[in-house]
């Protein structure tokens, strides 16, 4: 790697850069760097800038590598610190080159060399079959999230805290809020905030009132929020980040600021962590509360965050509850809702998915806890229901707690992260495991006309029952398959009681045979049954056997 | 009106034109040709082509009027008749100028008076307030439609018979074929083609084969066509006309037609049909079924409808259950689905309408009927449960009956018409009713919490209990209500129960008054009831008094 030769004010930096440089010699491909697919590169070019570095400064970089180039932009990260970082996709051999609108960063060039990826890395998500989600390098993601809003702003111990709870959990996906969120369940002061301060006085309430430097921006703030997206990376989970949202209220004016503003902090995010393979933009949380932004302000803010993002990650953007967005724009990669309808009742998620051919993700279907609020006070059960009638149907739900404890000093996962106190996250992870145990993602066997069957794969199926409690189960399947191809006679299944509340699998002893279609279905030959637990929240496992 | 002089082989259309220019003289008002508004002006033109009058000709008119202008095709009726059709919508005097590249056609121009439309005349119907229909008056339109696929293509007295019988329905749209339909429940031989025919052969089977002059349309099966939308439109119902279908399985092969004949095909239709206020266009029905054309072939051809529309009726496209087309695009006014499953369960039919922001019907949700196929075998009560599920969240389902008699000689109407065999249809004119008494289209009250209440204005509510059988029903509505304002205490309401199978409406004697809000509704202040009749099927009509 090539770079241009030290700076003034280089300080603690230079240690970093000679480190990362002592392997490489010209010319040499095994004393270059390293880095996995997937992975990030980082590079800092030097530079005090005269004027303002995050204004005044244009740093790109172009990467080219085996069949592929992409450009991407730096970013000034405070002091004399230019960065350019980079996900390599392909393995092989990588260069790059930068131009700059300043000599010293201009013309910049270096190489790394990408291997292939190791362990855990399974690359970037990406949408899949249509409606469904993989890594890039093909494995299968089911999205099982949870919601943490603020919970970078909360203090060190507590995002300590919510890490071990994450790691403990079944959750491969968080939301979360990149700007700090004023809520009444939420007290915490941030420690950083995403701008220079320019001046803090004394606001309405006790509270302090702070101006804002928005032409400059705190890279602490961003440094921290980085931090925990690679922490998250390392438990495997997807930080679904929130852009823009409403709850502000006059505290901190996120909400409101200029347009220019808005541009130029989504230029400065996506430069910073597009190449975090773990990242998805969601563009913003109940878009429509924010009333300082029109529908057109969104169009360009979402249209910039794609055009910004050279790896194009997931991208969505969620509004309050059945406020559909044009989620058939090309920015969009999925649907991420907020809509208890479509998994309250059967049919409705399966439409969703339907409409869109794209996959679908109810980011709120309401919370497990008990709040006031009606969005906030789901019994378990209920929750675990509406994640497994979106399941059933080849959609996803997303997970999120609000237990307030009477002395009103334990967190709320749901907005501050720290611990779980509820019961239903341990039946997401249930969840989670039935569906990386089938063959494929699920989906309505026979559309419009069964609304308990789905299909995984040819021979499997998952039938859920939810709320009906039954204590027998007449053998039978719809003779079609979703895209698996119909029912032969013959065929012979076995049968796994899943009790989702439970988190039980037992097999039911019979090995059933089908028979030729009758109206539609097959049945058994012998017209057996499947003894049933005569409780809720059954499903069946049914699998052909050789 | 001023019109080339008359030119040899006027024959009988001769005394057509004197009779439509005997009141005319240059310059005076009074005399002039009088249309009302969304009524046919038509004007015929003389011309015998020497090659292809279909092929060769073109043939354009512009017309221009109050602060308007419009260009509209004329089209070639056979013979030496080239015709331009025309809808005037605003009031005041009209001028049009014809442009074709043979001179005899060119250049020529007229004028007529469009006068205020009277009595039954409402104009086209169009989108109105996003999710619904409204008359061009301003009428509100709810579409309540049944299916009589191939009615028009049936023996003539069944034509009549059919038109009779939807004279004594409540139906206002029928969804119909233009092209004839083969299907092993329709027997009867089409009496006229749109298309020349070239040469009779021996089929297959018995049936003989017809070889197409796709070069040549016949005028009569257009003509005959229009004379039937006519006679649709004189009884108050819009025609759904489906202008592509898979149901030809090789016996004419109107669904394999080459691509510059169905783009010619789409052209003429339109240029014949578009002045007619009652048409609808659906571009095909069960369009994935039709294996000749790809999607590109139905963007193309959809396109090509809007495009060839001056008035831009409204326009949609059918598949089979389940398949949603790309309905946000442009060209679709509103979505025309099959599918039962929005209206099965709660929750599926409002989200349809929050997803599209366009109006939605369900145009297929199974049929009334005795068929063995499951589509064609609905209980009455089931599909009016269906209309009321869909009717209650705001979308609009569409009827069909396919009883089969034990000898198969009387008519499935869904196909053929005739009569009315089933106890459906009934109720889809008692739901028409209910709907037109309201002070506007429904919708849910409180999306996504309240899956029983719909609201139509200030203190105007429809609940509907669906399959549930109450005896009795605790006064409680939602304060939220839909975009009506918040419900306040002590409003006063009355309440009418309505059976929806068996057509009644009766007054609940008590007077209720509203309380103040209790966790997101209101109750009667005394805690009071409405008696109810232990029978499925029941609705509420909640009123405020004074």
Redesign the interface.
């Given at each position: 790697m090539t770079l241009a030769p030290p700076r003034r004010d280089m300080k603690t930096h230079l240690l970093r850069i000679i480190l990362s440089a002592v392997l490489l010699t010209t010319g040499s491909m095994l004393a270059q760097q390293r880095v996995e697919q997937w992975d990030r590169f980082e590079t800092t070019l030097r530079y005090s800038p005269e004027r303002n570095g995050y204004l005044d400064v244009t740093l790109r970089a172009t990467f080219t590598g085996p069949d592929t180039a992409l450009t991407v932009s730096g970013f000034y990260d405070g002091g004399d610190a230019f960065r350019i970082r980079f996900m390599p996709e392909r393995i092989g051999s990588w260069h790059f080159s930068t131009s700059s609108n300043v000599p010293a960063l201009d013309k910049k060039h270096g190489s790394f060399e990408c291997i292939r990826a190791s362990g855990g890395n399974h690359g970037m998500v990406r949408v899949s079959d249509v409606t469904s989600f993989a890594y890039a390098d093909g494995k299968r993601f089911y999205p099982v999230g949870t919601t943490a809003y603020a919970w970078i702003h909360m203090k060190e111990e507590r995002q300590e805290r919510t890490l071990q709870t994450l790691a403990g959990t079944g959750f491969n996906k968080v939301r979360m809020c990149v700007f700090p969120k004023e809520y009444d369940l939420i007290k915490t002061r941030p420690e950083r905030y995403p701008f220079a301060v320019k001046e803090r006085t004394a606001g309405g309430s006790g509270r302090e009132k702070i101006i804002w430097d928005f032409d400059t921006f705190d890279p602490d703030f961003f440094r921290h929020l980085e931090r925990r997206v690679d922490d998250l990376r390392r438990i495997g989970i997807e930080a679904d980040l929130i852009l823009f949202h409403p709850y502000d209220k006059g505290r901190w004016g996120f909400d409101t600021m200029p347009r220019d503003v808005n541009r130029r902090y989504v230029q400065y995010l996506v430069a910073r962590l597009s190449s975090f393979r773990n990242v998805w933009w969601s563009v913003a949380n109940e878009w429509d509360y924010v009333k300082s932004k029109s529908h057109d302000d969104w169009e360009e803010l979402s249209k910039l965050v794609v055009a910004s993002d050279p790896y194009r990650h997931l991208c969505s953007i969620h509004g309050s509850?059945?406020?559909?967005y044009?989620y058939?724009e090309g920015q969009f990669t999925h649907v991420s809702i907020q809509?208890?309808?479509?998994v309250?009742?059967?049919?409705?998620a399966?439409?969703?998915r339907?409409?869109?051919?794209k996959p679908v993700i109810c980011d709120e279907v309401g919370y497990e806890g008990n709040l006031k609020y009606?969005w906030g006070r789901l019994s378990p059960e209920e929750i675990t229901y509406r994640a497994w009638m979106g399941a059933l149907a080849g959609i996803y739900v997303t997970h999120g707690e609000c237990y307030m404890s009477e002395n009103d000093t334990t967190a709320i996962f749901w907005a501050e992260g720290g611990d779980l106190k509820g019961r239903s996250w341990q039946r997401f992870a249930f969840l989670r495991r039935i569906l990386e145990e089938g063959p494929g993602p699920l989906s309505m066997s026979d559309?419009?006309?069964d609304?308990y069957t789905a299909s995984a794969g040819k021979g499997y199926y998952i039938i859920y029952f939810g709320k009906d409690t039954l204590d027998t189960w007449l053998f039978s399947l719809p003779v079609r398959n979703s895209g698996y191809g119909r029912v032969a006679a013959g065929i012979r299944f076995k049968v796994e009681i899943i009790d989702t509340w439970g988190m039980t699998i037992e097999p039911s002893p019979t090995v059933f045979e089908t028979t030729a279609e009758i109206?539609?279905r097959v049945y058994d030959t012998a017209g057996r049954r499947v003894q049933l637990p005569s409780k809720p929240y059954i499903a069946l496992r049914v699998t052909a056997v050789d």
């Open positions: 509850t059945a406020r559909y044009e058939w809509d208890d309808a479509p309250q009742y059967r049919g409705g399966a439409t969703l339907n409409v869109y051919h009606r559309i419009g006309r609304y109206d539609y």
